[in-house]
């Protein structure tokens, strides 16, 4: 049993953690050998990186990404209704065929919209198949970002170079957000590196 002064003094380390996070959290990203900084631009508007993580298929490690945005956030609710531009940024660690990104994103915005929802983006999910029809395979280093710009759309850069026009449906970005956000995610340990997520310290366990 630990004394009441013990227990202020846990309390006291707790909330002086909780005010340094945000110091921990503005800091550039090294993953795998990939650097994501801290800080970008889109369309000459700032960006901080909200988080990052790898994605695995068993033990392979398949590609990095990070989230920028324009206010840091745990909170997916928050991220999805925040305005301004925003980018995921992927950096490849396996080849993959562009044509299984495709099926990712499609899946997953499957997976985290309704019946509605889904049919509504179909033709913006026809573009998105349309542009990666030209690319047809990524390699191990070739980046991949997908952006959403206000009053422009999404936007899909291949190695900084854009797939295409803009997607024009203002719910296509956030939809396909969703996919690594959302309630289905395709891994409950990236959405979490991606809202940089860290469990509240479990105090009342010491009363």
């Known amino acids: 049993m630990l004394s009441k002064y013990s227990k202020m003094l846990l309390s006291g380390l707790g909330l002086a953690l909780s005010l340094l996070a945000p110091v921990a959290q503005a800091q550039n990203a090294d993953l795998a050998g990939v650097h994501y900084p801290a800080a970008l631009k ?3 508007s700032p960006l901080v990186l909200n988080g990052s993580g790898i994605s695995y298929r068993a033990v392979a490690k398949i590609y990095t990404v990070a989230l920028y945005v324009p206010k840091k956030s745990n909170q997916a609710d928050v991220i999805l209704s925040m305005p301004g531009p925003k980018q995921l940024r992927f950096v490849m660690l396996q080849g ?3 044509d299984e990104v495709g ?3 499609t899946t997953g915005v499957e997976n985290n919209s309704t019946r509605t929802q889904f049919f509504g983006l179909i033709p913006a999910i026809r573009t998105m198949g349309e ?3 030209r690319i047809k395979r990524m ?3 070739d980046t991949f970002a997908i952006e959403w710009v206000p009053k422009r759309g999404t936007v899909f850069f291949v190695n900084d170079q854009p797939a295409g026009l803009p997607i024009q449906d203002p719910e296509f970005f956030n939809a396909i957000l969703r996919t690594w956000l959302g309630k289905t995610p395709p891994s409950q340990a990236l959405k979490d590196a991606l809202l940089d997520y860290r469990a509240p310290p479990v105090l009342n366990a010491l009363d």
Request: net charge positive; hydrophobic share 40%.
């Open 131 to 133: 542009q990666f029809s």
């Open 103 to 105: 099926k990712l994103v």
């Open 139 to 141: 390699s191990p280093g």
């Open 42 to 44: 889109v369309e000459g």
């Open 96 to 98: 993959m065929r562009i």
